[in-house]
């Protein structure tokens, strides 16, 4: 991905050890809010918006009260768009998760249900493909692959790293295994799924992620696809508090929206599991070199 001068031997150790740190504190993606901008000029015509949720790290397996579970029945029916379809970043091996009856079977229920099932990962803990050899990242994706095939009958086109991390050679694997790399526009500030996993910033956060967002939107920097303007939003359906608030998430998206006066597709949500698949391959990452922002602080450590 990134193309900069070699860092020095103890450069590298540093940044490697904050790095580590890091990921087992953060669990994942999150992202600290900022101040929001000025909305930009509304003259501008654009397609209108219409948001592409997608999910991290789940299924979860726990036998009762599951967050995924909490998820998909909220999908379905809410007081804003009932039906609404989602992206799901499996992890087909984790040991509490997608690796248990319990997460195999909340696989297929996200299929059948017809949202479109991707991939995250196929280990047993949330392992860093960017700290993996070629071979065993091949062999992992494959895994994956051949584990999501086995359960949907599809294989995945989709995939999301974990920690947010890839370079050029990750990429060029995840083509191999025919799969392209979705990120995000708009991140929920989640990623921490245990201990204080609660956000006290949900709208403030939204509204600073969407006013970015609304330049490039702005500007025709975005895809336009069926009419609309995909817009990612990223969430993680094992967070317990983020399953309870899923429903007060989606009230927040319109209402900032509406703030920040951008114009929402008259569906809002995706609805269709075929066109939901069309935004988010039009809204992937296909060249190594190429550098959009990342959640927090992860564009600093992937340097």
Same mark, same amino acid.
């Not at 504190?25 to 000029?41: K, N």
């Given at each position: ?16 050890? *904050? ?45 009762? +009260? ?40 909340? *696989? ?17 803990? =949330?392992?860093? =493909? ?46 191999? =295994? ?7 526009? $708009? ?5 921490? *799924? ?14 600073? =992620? ?41 009230? *927040? ?18 609805? +269709? ?15 190594? +070199? ?10 600093? $450590?992937?340097?």
């Amino acid at each position: 991905m990134f193309n900069h001068r070699p860092l020095s031997p103890l450069a590298a150790g540093v940044r490697r050890a *904050i790095a580590t740190v890091l990921l087992g504190a953060l669990a994942a993606c999150a992202t600290a809010p900022t101040a929001p901008p000025s909305p930009a000029s509304a003259s501008v015509t654009r397609a209108p918006i219409r948001f592409l949720l997608t999910f991290d790290d789940g299924p979860a397996a726990a036998s009762s +009260d599951n967050p995924t579970v909490r998820v998909l029945d909220t999908l379905a029916h809410n007081p804003y768009q009932d039906g609404v379809k989602a992206v799901f970043f499996t992890q087909t091996r984790a040991w509490h998760g997608g690796g248990t009856a319990v997460g195999r079977q909340l *696989i297929r229920r996200e299929f059948d249900a017809g949202h479109l099932v991707a991939f995250h990962s196929a280990t047993l803990f =949330h392992s860093n =493909h960017r700290f993996m050899s070629e071979a065993d990242l091949d062999a992992s994706l494959q895994n994956g692959v051949d584990d999501l095939t086995g359960i949907t009958g599809v294989a995945p086109t989709l995939v999301r790293p974990p920690f947010w991390a890839y370079d050029a050679a990750t990429l060029a694997s995840y083509h191999r =295994h025919g799969m392209q790399m979705l990120l995000t526009d $708009l991140n929920a500030n989640d990623g921490k *799924i245990y201990g204080v996993n609660f956000s006290w910033h949900k709208r403030s956060n939204m509204l600073s =992620h969407l006013a970015e967002t609304r330049k490039r939107w702005a500007a025709g920097a975005m895809p336009e696809v069926d009419g609309a303007t995909p817009v990612v939003v990223t969430f993680h359906d094992v967070n317990t508090y983020s399953s309870r608030h899923i429903e007060e998430y989606m009230a *927040i998206l319109l209402d900032v929206a509406k703030e920040l006066d951008v114009p929402l597709a008259p569906q809002p949500f995706y609805t +269709d599991r075929a066109a939901l698949e069309r935004a988010a391959l039009a809204s992937t990452v296909h060249a190594g +070199d190429v550098r959009p922002q990342l959640p927090g602080l992860w564009n600093w $450590l992937w340097q």
